[in-house]
């Protein structure tokens, strides 16, 4: 079946190194999300990238989507301690109704100060 | 302050109990979602339901049943049948056709022992 996977599921950081995840889909996406979830906090959208190769950018964030629409990273600069939580990449699920998603496992980032 | 509320954030239960986990949302948001979270997994989809009066089971529904009788409201029993049901479960709504991004409410942890 669709499987949205994304590496590392670990990452620790020093506070101004950079840090990036990876998320890499079975299928080709129409679109793909970003959602950061703080610790004890609940998923909050932070970006949709809808063109290959499309890049966006949010401040010290980086969002990339492939060409082939099958892969996405996220890259921080200069990570701050308020960058902590876990990000998840997810994709439209094509075996359910318009509008599911299908999110990857995530990756905690921690960082230290 | 239009949201998703979810009560209450911490739930206690004695296994072999039903427990009803209330989610309401004033975002006039057509589409919402159950999401089960288990630690170092990534969001699995219980239910979802995509109007009033309709809803349809997601990857993981087993033990778990939903009602959708007005467009604010969303609420999941989680059932005796539910083999394993502690973990934090999160609602979710989405806006509608076009618009593929869901916000998240709070969450509630529930702890069955």
């Known amino acids: 079946g669709q499987q949205v996977m994304q590496i590392p599921q670990y990452q620790h950081v020093q506070e101004g190194e950079d840090f990036t995840t990876y998320c890499n889909s079975s299928?080709?996406?129409?679109?793909i999300q970003w959602y950061k979830q703080r610790p004890g906090g609940h998923p909050v959208f932070l970006i949709q990238?809808?063109?290959?190769?499309e890049v966006k950018k949010q401040k010290r964030l980086t969002f990339q989507f492939g060409e082939a629409k099958k892969n996405s990273s996220l890259h921080i600069t200069a990570t701050q301690t308020t960058d902590v939580g876990t990000y998840f990449c997810?994709?439209?699920?094509?075996?359910?109704?318009?509008?599911?998603?299908?999110f990857g496992k995530g990756t905690k980032l921690s960082v230290k100060p | 302050d239009g949201g998703i509320t979810q009560s209450p954030k911490y739930l206690f239960r004695k296994e072999g109990q039903n427990v009803t986990l209330s989610c309401e949302q004033n975002?006039?948001?057509?589409?919402m979602y159950w999401y089960r979270q288990d630690p170092g997994q990534g969001l699995r989809l219980i239910y979802y339901?995509?109007?009033?009066?309709?809803?349809q089971k997601g990857d993981i529904a087993e033990g778990y049943s939903v009602s959708r009788e007005k467009k604010e409201s969303f609420p999941l029993t989680v059932t005796s049948a539910q083999k394993n049901p502690t973990a934090f479960y999160l609602c979710?709504?989405?806006?509608?056709?076009?618009?593929?991004?869901?916000?998240f409410g709070p969450g509630t942890r529930l702890t069955v022992t």
């Open positions: 979710a709504s989405r806006p509608g056709t076009g618009m593929d991004e869901q916000y």
């Open positions: 299928t080709t996406l129409s679109n």
């Open positions: 990238l809808v063109k290959s190769g």
């Open positions: 997810a994709g439209p699920n094509y075996g359910g109704s318009q509008g599911n998603l299908i």
């Open positions: 975002l006039n948001h057509d589409a």
């Open positions: 339901s995509q109007i009033v009066n309709d809803f």
